[in-house]
């Protein structure tokens, strides 16, 4: 704003123009509007994701929806419900020997799987997908797993069978290894993402990026198979690894503190 002056002269009254540059009074007040932002609800759905077809798998207080892999009910130890969040318990780091894996009461064939995970340090864990539960193998239940691990303190992430890296996180566990992981940290919040589309083609993401995908059924599937544990006859139910038309989704119980919360799913069409 300018600042005019009225300048007298002896002869004259003369308008005068002080001061050259644009100069902003100190009376001046500059409004700043502020968009707020909200903080996503917790397990919960918003309005949107109803439409979508989005179905909560987690209220954040109870364990309905789920039970214990090869069992009628949920476990009566091993796992918690603790401030929002669905915890599988720390124990002595072995596979399945605690509360065992938890599982869907529903199967799933085409979907969009998404959940919300922080490990700790030095932590395993896994959501598995097509699970059929007609295996009779022991430890954990039988399926396609998005691995779910520390890196950097796990001896797991330097292992596998024919694939190097195939045991890291976001991996499709013993057959493909993740790309361009973008991990938050050990005690920090993740989200997981698996989707499996009609066609069969999958998709692993990892913190709203994707880490890696694959046709389910392909031949190249099925070579990946051949060269993982997965080819050992132990673990099959007499069918195809992987290749069931529907299945449960299952968090594994691997020994070790892993929690969960914004567990929901929508089936694809």
């Not at 869907?104 to 922080?118: G, M, Q």
Request: net charge negative; hydrophobic share 35%; charged share 25%.
């Amino acid at each position: 704003m300018k600042t005019l002056v009225i300048c007298t002269a002896m002869s004259a009254m003369i308008l005068c123009a002080c001061g050259g540059k644009n100069t902003q009074s100190t009376e001046e007040t500059v409004k700043v509007e502020t968009t707020a932002v909200a903080t996503p609800a917790i397990n919960q759905l918003t309005d949107q994701e109803k439409a979508e077809g989005w179905v909560l798998l987690f209220d954040g207080k109870t364990t309905k929806g789920w039970r214990g892999a090869h069992k009628d009910a949920f476990p009566d130890h091993g796992w918690m419900v603790k401030d929002g969040e669905l915890i599988v318990q720390k124990s002595d780091g072995s596979e399945s020997t605690n509360g065992g894996d938890i599982v869907t009461e529903d199967e799933y064939s085409a979907f969009e799987f998404s959940v919300d995970f922080k490990i700790t340090e030095g932590a395993n864990s896994g959501i598995k997908y097509f699970v059929t539960e007609q295996e009779k193998q022991k430890g954990s239940a039988y399926g396609l797993e998005f691995q779910l691990l520390d890196d950097a303190k796990h001896p797991d992430a330097k292992l596998y069978t024919t694939f190097p890296g195939s045991r890291t996180l976001g991996s499709l566990y013993d057959l493909k290894k993740s790309e361009n992981i973008h991990f938050n940290g050990v005690g920090e919040w993740n989200t997981a993402v698996v989707k499996v589309f009609p066609n069969n083609h999958v998709e692993h993401w990892l913190n709203g990026v994707k880490v890696l995908e694959y046709e389910r059924g392909s031949k190249e599937f099925r070579d990946l198979v051949k060269g993982s544990k997965y080819a050992d006859p132990s673990y099959s139910s007499g069918g195809a690894f992987g290749e069931a038309p529907k299945g449960h989704i299952l968090l594994q119980d691997h020994g070790d503190e892993v929690a969960f919360r914004n567990i929901k799913v929508k089936e694809l069409k």
